[in-house]
C-alpha cells in the first residue's frame, strides 16, 4: 500500500482572499494538510485555528523554525514578498507565494537562485493557469484551430471596492499594474512563450490622490505580426476576458482569470464565415488544481 505523505501548510497573512480561497483550497487538495495560520490579526488567527483544527505561532521566528513545517503559502502584501520569501527560504521551507512573486525582476531572481541551491521549491499563485478554461485555449492556439493568430485583446479590471487593502498603499506593493495587469501579461507569455516581443506602445495613469497607478495597457507585436493589446483598470465595470482573431476563426471567453468553482465557462468560437459555435467548459476550483 502506498501512502502519500500530508505536506503541511501554513499560511502567512489571512486577508480576504486568503480566508475565502487558499485555506479552503489547501484543506480539499490531497497531500496537503492545513498545519497552521499566522498573522498579526490574533482575532482572525484564533477564528482560523478553531475552523481549521490547526495551530499557529507567537512570532514568525517561532513559525519559521517549526520542524514539522514543510511548506509556507505567503499570502501578505506584495510589497512584503520579497522580504518575507527570504526568510522562508532561509529556513528551509518551500515557498509558494501569491502573485506578484515580488515587485521587480532581480528580487525574482534571488529568491529563485537562493531556492535553487537548497533545493527547495518556489511557486507564483496564477491560479487561473490551471484550470480547463486556460488549458483548452492554449491547445486552441497550439494547433492553430483558429488559423494563425493575427490579433488578441485581453483586459482585466476591478470596480471600485469597499475595502481595498493595501492596494492603495505604495510601500506594501500597492499597484493595478502588480494586481490586475500582471494577469494578461502572464497570459501572453503562457500562450505564446516562443514568440518574440516587441513592445510598441505602453500607459499608464496615476491616482490623483494616491501615489499608485490605477490603470495601463500596453500595445504589443508577437513575431512582427501579431497584433497584441493588454487593457487594466481599477474603478470600472468588472471584467476579465481575451478576445483572440485568427485567419480561420475567433474566439472569445470571459472570465478567463478569476472566477468561483462553480463558474462554468464557454468558448465562443466563429468560424471563417461568422458562424457561431458555442462549446462549454466544466467548472473547477482552480486554486485546488493550482495547489
Given at each position: 500500500?502506498?501512502?502519500?505523505?500530508?505536506?503541511?501548510?501554513?499560511?502567512?497573512?489571512?486577508?480576504?482572499?486568503?480566508?475565502?480561497?487558499?485555506?479552503?483550497?489547501?484543506?480539499?487538495?490531497?497531500?496537503?494538510?492545513?498545519?497552521?495560520?499566522?498573522?498579526?490579526?490574533?482575532?482572525?488567527?484564533?477564528?482560523?485555528?478553531?475552523?481549521?483544527?490547526?495551530?499557529?505561532?507567537?512570532?514568525?521566528?517561532?513559525?519559521?523554525?517549526?520542524?514539522?513545517?514543510?511548506?509556507?503559502?505567503?499570502?501578505?502584501?506584495?510589497?512584503?514578498?520579497?522580504?518575507?520569501?527570504?526568510?522562508?527560504?532561509?529556513?528551509?521551507?518551500?515557498?509558494?507565494?501569491?502573485?506578484?512573486?515580488?515587485?521587480?525582476?532581480?528580487?525574482?531572481?534571488?529568491?529563485?537562485?537562493?531556492?535553487?541551491?537548497?533545493?527547495?521549491?518556489?511557486?507564483?499563485?496564477?491560479?487561473?493557469?490551471?484550470?480547463?478554461?486556460?488549458?483548452?485555449?492554449?491547445?486552441?492556439?497550439?494547433?492553430?484551430?483558429?488559423?494563425?493568430?493575427?490579433?488578441?485583446?485581453?483586459?482585466?479590471?476591478?470596480?471600485?471596492?469597499?475595502?481595498?487593502?493595501?492596494?492603495?498603499?505604495?510601500?506594501?506593493?500597492?499597484?493595478?499594474?502588480?494586481?490586475?495587469?500582471?494577469?494578461?501579461?502572464?497570459?501572453?507569455?503562457?500562450?505564446?512563450?516562443?514568440?518574440?516581443?516587441?513592445?510598441?506602445?505602453?500607459?499608464?495613469?496615476?491616482?490623483?490622490?494616491?501615489?499608485?497607478?490605477?490603470?495601463?495597457?500596453?500595445?504589443?507585436?508577437?513575431?512582427?505580426?501579431?497584433?497584441?493589446?493588454?487593457?487594466?483598470?481599477?474603478?470600472?465595470?468588472?471584467?476579465?476576458?481575451?478576445?483572440?482573431?485568427?485567419k480561420k476563426g475567433c474566439l472569445y471567453t470571459d472570465k478567463i482569470?478569476?472566477?468561483?468553482?462553480?463558474?462554468?465557462?464557454?468558448?465562443?468560437?466563429?468560424?471563417?464565415?461568422?458562424?457561431?459555435?458555442?462549446?462549454?467548459?466544466?467548472?473547477?476550483?482552480?486554486?485546488?488544481?493550482?495547489?
Amino acid at each position: 500500500m502506498t501512502i502519500i505523505k500530508n505536506n503541511k501548510v501554513a499560511i502567512w497573512g489571512l486577508g480576504k482572499h486568503a480566508l475565502k480561497n487558499i485555506l479552503p483550497a489547501v484543506h480539499i487538495t490531497e497531500g496537503l494538510e492545513i498545519y497552521g495560520v499566522f498573522s498579526r490579526n490574533k482575532e482572525i488567527v484564533k477564528e482560523c485555528c478553531k475552523q481549521w483544527e490547526c495551530r499557529s505561532w507567537d512570532t514568525i521566528d517561532d513559525m519559521l523554525s517549526d520542524p514539522n513545517l514543510d511548506i509556507i503559502y505567503l499570502a501578505t502584501p506584495t510589497g512584503l514578498h520579497y522580504e518575507h520569501g527570504l526568510k522562508v527560504l532561509q529556513s528551509d521551507k518551500h515557498l509558494w507565494c501569491e502573485k506578484p512573486f515580488t515587485t521587480n525582476l532581480e528580487k525574482t531572481q534571488n529568491l529563485i537562485n537562493i531556492s535553487n541551491k537548497r533545493n527547495l521549491s518556489v511557486c507564483e499563485g496564477f491560479m487561473y493557469l490551471y484550470h480547463p478554461q486556460f488549458i483548452k485555449l492554449k491547445e486552441y492556439i497550439d494547433i492553430r484551430e483558429l488559423g494563425k493568430v493575427k490579433s488578441i485583446y485581453c483586459r482585466f479590471g476591478l470596480p471600485k471596492l469597499d475595502n481595498p487593502g493595501f492596494r492603495f498603499n505604495r510601500q506594501l506593493g500597492g499597484s493595478c499594474l502588480l494586481d490586475v495587469g500582471c494577469y494578461p501579461v502572464s497570459a501572453i507569455l503562457t500562450l505564446f512563450p516562443k514568440n518574440e516581443i516587441e513592445i510598441l506602445s505602453t500607459f499608464m495613469k496615476k491616482s490623483t490622490s494616491k501615489s499608485v497607478d490605477v490603470e495601463g495597457g500596453a500595445y504589443l507585436k508577437l513575431d512582427s505580426d501579431i497584433n497584441c493589446i493588454l487593457e487594466w483598470a481599477y474603478n470600472r465595470a468588472y471584467r476579465n476576458d481575451i478576445d483572440i482573431w485568427g485567419k480561420k476563426g475567433c474566439l472569445y471567453t470571459d472570465k478567463i482569470f478569476s472566477k468561483n468553482s462553480d463558474y462554468e465557462p464557454n468558448f465562443q468560437v466563429r468560424d471563417l464565415y461568422g458562424n457561431l459555435l458555442t462549446i462549454d467548459i466544466d467548472s473547477k476550483n482552480h486554486f485546488e488544481l493550482m495547489l
